[in-house]
């Protein structure tokens, strides 16, 4: 299998992540039906769709979380394309350390860590020393309107600043893609705007994609394009703006 990269820099003008002909079954039930999705460079995509449409089983498959029945999903790195399906789960891991950042509904973050801690997992499971990654940690903390936070435990912020705690991790390792999974799902309408400020500033203004699932129509038309799903399949596709 092919190794994943050590560096992940998109190549200008060409879509960072592709997909083609994706599908994926559970048992009896049919997750994706053929689906083919794309996000360039600086760009977001929204997929929307009710429960049961598919849409975090397509944000698995092109995160290389699950691996997809049939059909391809290529990474355009600065070494060439890069087709994630063909890694093996190794590969596939190692991927998501180094090319991927995650930001998920309650954000996943470890309690019995500090802020600074959590941030700088991602970088020290590289092989990156604590004190580097620390460093870096903290400089993201307070690019997040954390600064001074950076001791403080989980338990210890509001949601909205755990968020940006998870955004904050999400980008240390300097992820071509930052893929959020109801980033505002647990969050109250001013506290949603804020982190999806936070979070469009951090990935799409700095030359990053994103890619969002979401039900909220707000958090969706914050984003360049809107990915609709039904029953596995695409429906709609259309600009945001």
């Known amino acids: 299998m092919t190794p994943a990269p050590q560096h992940s820099a998109p190549v200008p003008g060409a879509p960072v ?10 048992g009896p039930s049919t997750a994706l039906a053929g689906v083919d999705f794309h996000v360039g460079a600086g760009e977001s995509v929204a997929i929307m769709g009710t429960s049961g449409s598919g849409k975090t089983t397509l944000l698995h498959c092109l995160a ?3 691996a997809p029945d049939s059909g391809s999903v290529v990474l355009r790195t600065a070494q060439g394309p890069l087709e994630v399906t063909g890694l093996n789960e190794a590969g596939r891991s190692r991927l998501r350390r180094e090319a991927f950042g995650f930001v998920f509904q309650q954000g996943l973050l ?19 020393d604590r004190g580097a990654a620390e460093q870096t940690a903290a400089t993201w903390l307070a690019a997040l309107g954390l600064a001074g936070f950076e001791s403080r435990r989980i338990g210890q912020l509001s949601g909205g600043q755990a968020q940006r705690v998870a955004i904050a991790r999400a980008q240390t390792t300097g992820a071509a893609v930052v893929f959020a999974d109801e980033p505002t799902g647990a969050l109250d309408s001013a506290t949603s705007a804020e982190v999806m400020d936070a979070l469009i500033r ?10 969002v699932v979401t039900h909220d129509e707000a958090v969706a038309a914050r984003c360049g394009r809107v990915v609709r799903l039904a029953d596995g399949r695409i429906v709609d596709a259309v600009s945001a703006r």
């Not at 470890?110 to 990156?128: H, Y």
């Open 17 to 26: 992540l592709a997909a083609s002909g994706l599908t994926k079954t559970y």
């Open 110 to 128: 470890l309690p019995e860590l500090t802020a600074v801690e959590n941030v700088a997992l991602p970088l020290m499971l590289t092989g990156v």
């Open 64 to 66: 290389g979380i699950v």
């Open 202 to 211: 951090s990935t799409t203004e700095r030359g990053r994609s994103l890619v």
